[in-house]
């Protein structure tokens, strides 16, 4: 049997993937929505088997479409680097769709919107923040171009790359006596934790290790903030990465105490998916986002020596 499809429908199948939507899918490629609508059943009636499952809720792919459909991608960027003259590389499009998790987001967006490459003036950021479970399924699906997360994420449809080494702290009451706080010291006090899915929980459990239990002596919330505020009140100890130290701002009664065996760090690194038409300019997202976000981690030890 010959194959019956070409460029165009992959793309259509690609942009169906991307927006979860036929209609928002003719839309980005500039074309009708029965154009798509057609040439994907035209398709799937060629392959024998469904590529998206159709509901009242939206579109998304099946099984067979979700391999399909990754395979579909490394054509397409092949297709791309075909017609690409020697040496030229080809910005897959005007923006990015660039995710973050939220221990990340509200301390570099600022410099992210004032600060584009300089190699992409023109580009448009567009960004989602979320947990890095759902970051790394949108990266996978191609909803998402690349996502900012703490490494190692350990998935072999991603290209992971380091961005920068962030110093984690220890947050007490001024009252505190100690000058630094061992593992110890974090066992036997009340610990303040974020909630469930946040991956800095869990750094912060593998860092201390599983004997730090939830119950009875802990307290959990979804931001830094909330937990700031209850120290505040309730004396114990609470880990906090440096590229979050300017939370601390108008906390009067708090500090930061370093690790007594130095400080360890959680890795902060770039994800994008493997046959990603951004691989190309992976090298130019690593330098920028680096630099971006190792300049506000130095800024930021100030708050930690107040």
Not at 184 to 211: H, M, P, W
Request: aromatic fraction near 8%; include cysteine.
């Amino acid at each position: 049997m010959e194959p019956i499809s070409d460029i165009m429908t992959l793309r259509y199948v690609a942009a169906v993937a991307d927006t979860q939507s036929f209609s928002m899918a003719a839309r980005e490629c500039h074309v009708t929505q029965p154009t798509v609508s057609q040439q994907i059943r035209k398709l799937e009636e060629h392959l024998g088997y469904d590529l998206f499952e159709r509901t009242s809720g939206g579109v998304r792919p099946t099984p067979d479409g979700e391999r399909f459909i990754f395979k579909a991608r490394e054509i397409l960027v092949k297709w791309r680097h075909l017609f690409a003259e020697s040496g030229e590389k080809i910005l897959p499009n005007g923006d990015i769709q660039l995710g973050v998790i939220p221990t990340v987001g509200p301390y570099i967006a600022d410099e992210l919107f004032r600060n584009p490459p300089k190699q992409l003036p023109e580009i448009k950021i567009n960004l989602v923040e979320d947990y890095t479970s759902h970051l790394v399924s949108l990266v996978k699906r191609g909803q998402l171009d690349a996502a900012i997360l703490s490494l190692p994420v350990r998935d072999s449809m991603l290209v992971e790359e380091p961005l920068a080494e962030d110093p984690i702290w220890v947050v007490v009451r001024k009252s505190e006596e100690k000058d630094s706080i061992s593992l110890d010291d974090l066992a036997k006090g009340t610990r303040f934790f974020l909630t469930e899915g946040n991956c800095f929980r869990d750094q912060v459990i593998s860092l201390c290790g599983r004997q730090l239990s939830f119950e009875p002596s802990s307290l959990q919330a979804c931001s830094f903030s909330t937990l700031l505020h209850c120290l505040q009140w309730q004396a114990g100890y609470m880990l906090m990465p440096q590229l979050a130290l300017p939370d601390l701002r108008g906390f009067r009664q708090l500090r930061c105490l370093p690790f007594r065996d130095g400080a360890p760090q959680r890795h902060l690194g770039l994800a994008v998916r493997n046959n990603s038409a951004w691989l190309e300019w992976l090298p130019l997202l690593k330098n920028w986002l680096g630099q971006l976000i190792a300049r506000q981690i130095e800024k930021n030890v100030k708050y930690a020596k107040r």
